[in-house]
């Protein structure tokens, strides 16, 4: 008869503990699952990487493409430049030569008008008239010579006139001429000046661009691959007991300092989640700054070390220890299909593992300050998908 009982109460235990691992498997099959979830997200966002470099090496090809166009411009306008100083130079030139033109051909001019009156008053028109009234023949050949110099240097005089009025002519031309390329070079110097600064932007605008979508990219990265590492160490502490025949797993709650509210349930069929003297919320919805919170804190004096409740029946999906942002932490998944997180747990006070079961009010930790904190408070969040802050809602519309 002894040895009956022996063999059953070796049965049963043998059975708790294959039943024990069965749980561990599932959940830890569970994690395994998420992390193979992650690493396929890591994989589109390395993707979307790929993608914006593709699209990146194009966007190079037209910001270079940009480049040489901004550089072509660029020495246009250099050529411009150098053309408009050579043309105001050649100006000035012109206007000097045609001043200097002007002034010898009124010089000119006026000596053959003086010629002309001397003439006219000496009466010395004709070679006969010279001839006639020469006093001798020596006279006459003086004479002769005289007018045929006096010819000869009115010619002179007369063509030099000519040329100079020719050069006048010249140079008026060559001023307008060089005038309107000058106009000409400016207009085309500020077509290419408005051109390069489109340009400019145009290059900027797409540079800036790329930055802002490869930056958005590479932070879903980390944060996926920081997610990951988080599971890989809860995967390892749920191996961990399952080698140790789940030891802690399910370990009986301490005696709570206060008790659960379990006559007061809401329409969702929740409890607070702290005893009735702390249940005051301290911080909605929404920081007083604006920001958003997601969440709601209980942090009235006093509550440091009070227990920490679930707030309806469930399974324990996460309960682990983030160095940073939740400090202990325990999420449960609730058979309505929603998520409960408290955060900020004393350490060593966590009292229910990953793939427990708990029951509405069950004390799963103690409200302490650990991770992101600056006092003790339980920052309650209420989820409608476990992963990622968008998933939260409003803990209030559920709460009694
Ligand atoms: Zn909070």
């Not at 001429?177 to 605008?205: F, G, I, P, W």
């Given at each position: 008869?002894?040895?009956?009982?022996?063999?059953i109460?070796?049965?049963?235990?043998?059975?708790?503990?294959?039943?024990?691992?069965?749980v561990?498997?599932?959940?830890?099959s569970?994690?395994?699952?998420?992390k193979?979830?992650?690493?396929?997200?890591?994989?589109?966002?390395?993707?979307?990487?790929?993608?914006?470099?593709?699209?990146k090496?194009?966007?190079?090809?037209?910001?270079?493409?940009?480049?040489?166009?901004?550089?072509?411009?660029?020495?246009?306008?250099?050529?411009?430049?150098?053309?408009?100083?050579?043309?105001?130079?050649?100006?000035?030139?012109?206007?000097?030569?045609?001043?200097?033109?002007?002034?010898?051909?009124?010089?000119?001019?006026?000596?053959?008008?003086?010629?002309?009156?001397?003439?006219?008053?000496?009466?010395?028109?004709?070679?006969?008239?010279?001839?006639?009234?020469?006093?001798?023949?020596?006279?006459?050949?003086?004479?002769y010579?005289?007018?045929?110099?006096?010819?000869?240097?009115?010619?002179?005089?007369?063509?030099?006139?000519?040329?100079?009025?020719q050069?006048?002519?010249?140079?008026?031309?060559?001023?307008?001429?060089?005038?309107?390329?000058?106009d000409?070079?400016?207009?085309?110097?500020?077509a290419?000046?408005?051109?390069?600064?489109?340009?400019?932007?145009?290059?900027?605008?797409?540079?800036?661009?790329l930055?802002?979508?490869?930056?958005?990219?590479q932070?879903?990265?980390?944060?996926?691959?920081?997610a990951?590492?988080?599971?890989?160490?809860?995967?390892?502490?749920?191996?961990?007991?399952?080698?140790?025949?789940?030891?802690?797993?399910?370990?009986?709650?301490?005696?709570p300092?206060?008790?659960?509210?379990?006559?007061?349930?809401?329409?969702?069929?929740?409890?607070?989640?702290?005893p009735?003297?702390?249940?005051?919320?301290?911080?909605?919805?929404?920081?007083?700054?604006?920001?958003?919170h997601?969440?709601?804190?209980?942090?009235?004096?006093g509550?440091?070390?009070?227990?920490?409740?679930?707030?309806a029946?469930?399974?324990?999906?996460?309960?682990?220890?983030?160095?940073?942002?939740?400090?202990?932490?325990?999420?449960?998944?609730?058979?309505?299909?929603?998520?409960?997180?408290?955060?900020?747990?004393?350490?060593?006070?966590?009292?229910v593992?990953?793939?427990?079961?708990?029951?509405?009010?069950?004390?799963?930790?103690r409200?302490?300050?650990?991770?992101?904190?600056?006092?003790?408070?339980?920052?309650?969040?209420?989820?409608?998908s476990?992963?990622?802050?968008?998933?939260?809602v409003?803990?209030?519309?559920?709460?009694?």
């Amino acid at each position: 008869m002894k040895n009956r009982i022996l063999k059953i109460l070796g049965i049963i235990v043998v059975i708790v503990i294959l039943l024990q691992t069965v749980v561990m498997a599932a959940s830890t099959s569970e994690l395994e699952k998420r992390k193979n979830d992650n690493k396929e997200k890591i994989n589109d966002a390395k993707e979307e990487l790929n993608d914006v470099k593709e699209q990146k090496s194009g966007v190079q090809e037209e910001i270079n493409d940009l480049d040489s166009q901004i550089s072509d411009y660029q020495s246009q306008i250099n050529e411009l430049d150098s053309k408009i100083n050579s043309l105001n130079a050649q100006i000035e030139e012109s206007e000097k030569k045609l001043e200097t033109a002007q002034t010898e051909y009124e010089n000119n001019k006026e000596l053959a008008e003086e010629r002309l009156v001397v003439m006219q008053e000496s009466g010395d028109t004709t070679y006969l008239d010279m001839l006639l009234t020469s006093s001798s023949i020596t006279d006459f050949i003086s004479n002769y010579y005289l007018a045929s110099e006096l010819a000869e240097a009115d010619t002179e005089l007369l063509d030099s006139i000519e040329k100079e009025r020719q050069e006048i002519e010249n140079a008026k031309a060559e001023l307008e001429s060089n005038k309107k390329e000058l106009d000409n070079s400016k207009t085309s110097k500020q077509a290419a000046s408005s051109k390069l600064s489109v340009l400019r932007e145009e290059k900027n605008t797409q540079v800036a661009q790329l930055t802002e979508d490869e930056k958005a990219i590479q932070k879903q990265i980390d944060e996926i691959t920081e997610a990951n590492k988080e599971i890989d160490q809860q995967i390892k502490q749920a191996e961990a007991q399952i080698n140790n025949n789940g030891g802690g797993s399910g370990a009986p709650a301490g005696a709570p300092s206060g008790s659960a509210n379990l006559g007061n349930v809401s329409s969702s069929g929740f409890i607070y989640p702290v005893p009735s003297s702390y249940q005051k919320i301290t911080t909605g919805l929404y920081y007083s700054s604006g920001a958003y919170h997601g969440a709601v804190d209980f942090g009235s004096g006093g509550i440091n070390g009070q227990p920490i409740f679930a707030v309806a029946a469930g399974t324990v999906i996460i309960s682990t220890r983030l160095n940073g942002s939740y400090g202990n932490y325990i999420i449960i998944k609730h058979d309505n299909g929603l998520y409960t997180l408290y955060a900020h747990g004393q350490d060593g006070s966590r009292t229910v593992s990953t793939g427990d079961r708990v029951s509405q009010g069950q004390q799963i930790m103690r409200v302490g300050s650990t991770g992101n904190s600056t006092g003790p408070h339980l920052h309650f969040e209420v989820r409608t998908s476990p992963g990622g802050y968008s998933n939260r809602v409003d803990p209030r519309r559920y709460l009694p």
